[in-house]
Nanobody, 115 residues
């Protein structure tokens, strides 16, 4: 089993920045891709960004140029730096990790962008 614990969510004004983190523990061998989904009320869960163990990244179009995903393999932690935040970025951000045994999820952290 892999345990994922997110931190760093909160309330921020439009145009502001926030960084969320996700630390993996447990059976963390051979974790391939880690990343973030988000889910807003009444909307489908969507992939925000993902990063492989080798550092290749993928982003949803709506966050390109504003969000940056990074990963510290030694700490088994993935980060999402979010800049120029917009109200439509408001959602619960869920960390995930892919391993040969399956996909694991964190409990989610709320990000609210509002003035």
């Amino acid at each position: 089993q892999v345990r994922l614990v997110e931190s760093g969510g909160g309330l921020v004004q439009p145009g502001g920045s926030l960084r969320v983190s996700c630390a993996a523990s447990g059976s963390i061998f051979n974790i391939a891709t880690m990343g973030w989904f988000r889910q807003a009320p009444g909307k489908q869960r969507e992939l925000v960004a993902g990063i492989t163990s080798g550092g290749s990244t993928v982003y949803v179009d709506s966050v390109k140029g504003r969000f940056t995903i990074s990963r510290d393999n030694a700490k088994n932690t993935v980060y999402l730096q979010m800049n120029s935040l917009k109200p439509e970025d408001t959602a619960v951000y869920l960390c995930y990790a892919d391993q040969s045994l399956g996909r694991y999820w964190g409990q989610g952290t709320q990000v609210t962008v509002s003035s």
